[in-house]
């Protein structure tokens, strides 16, 4: 939720009712998928007036696009804050992993949808380009290769190209993530996160 200090009332309940719209979004998409529904839906669940999602947000495609956008900066946030609370740099990438397992198996359902998405040949809502997200996303990239860096510099993995690592790293893990959400896999995500970290700390090397 974003912070609402030095907001009027006005400013704070119009945040509101905003957010409302994006929890009631999320909820719908989960539940009945993005194409099978409708603004009118999300404004009922939301307890609003049809007219009322339209001042916020003029088309569907316009509230994902705000509510993938609130995602990712969400799991930045809670990736980024589980690292810095880590002391130990190996230990710094453990929770790197297990930070992003946890996110993601949280927010599951909306995943679901966003991965089915991006599968999708004739997909009308990953075409353009949205420049806030492609930095947000380039930035946490940055912070996963120095978070790497750090572990390489305490002696912890051996030293390779942090950035080629950290594009490794997600290039592991999310085609594994999204298996296992398309899949609704019982499997608990801790053999991923051990798979993982294995493969990550050992390599394939056979000693």
């Known amino acids: 939720m974003p912070e609402t200090a030095g907001l009027s009332r006005k400013e704070r309940d119009q945040q509101r009712r905003r957010e409302d719209l994006l929890a009631a979004a999320e909820h719908l998409f989960g539940l009945k998928g993005y194409h099978h529904t409708t603004m009118e839906d999300i404004a009922h669940e939301a307890q609003y007036g049809t007219g009322t999602i339209y001042l916020y947000f003029k088309k569907k495609e316009e509230l994902y696009e705000a509510l993938l956008e609130r995602k990712i900066g969400d799991y930045v946030e809670f990736v980024q804050g589980r690292v810095e609370s880590v002391a130990s740099p190996i230990d710094k990438v453990r929770t790197l992993?297990?930070?992003?397992?946890?996110?993601?198996?949280?927010?599951?359902?909306?995943?679901?949808?966003y991965l089915a998405e991006m599968t999708t040949a004739d997909s009308t809502l990953h075409r353009s380009c949205n420049e806030r997200r492609e930095r947000m996303y380039y930035a946490h990239q940055e912070f996963v290769a120095r978070t790497l860096s750090d572990a390489m510099q305490a002696g912890a993995i051996r030293e390779v190209d942090p950035t080629r690592l950290a594009t490794a790293f997600e290039g592991v893990v999310n085609p594994l993530l999204s298996e296992w959400i398309k899949q609704r896999s019982r499997e608990?995500?801790?053999?991923?996160?051990?798979?993982?970290?294995?493969?990550?700390?050992?390599?394939?090397?056979?000693k």
Do not use: N
């Open 188 to 206: 608990s995500l801790c053999v991923i996160e051990s798979f993982v970290i294995d493969l990550l700390l050992k390599g394939l090397e056979k």
């Open 97 to 113: 992993l297990r930070a992003k397992l946890e996110f993601f198996e949280k927010h599951m359902e909306f995943f679901r949808i």
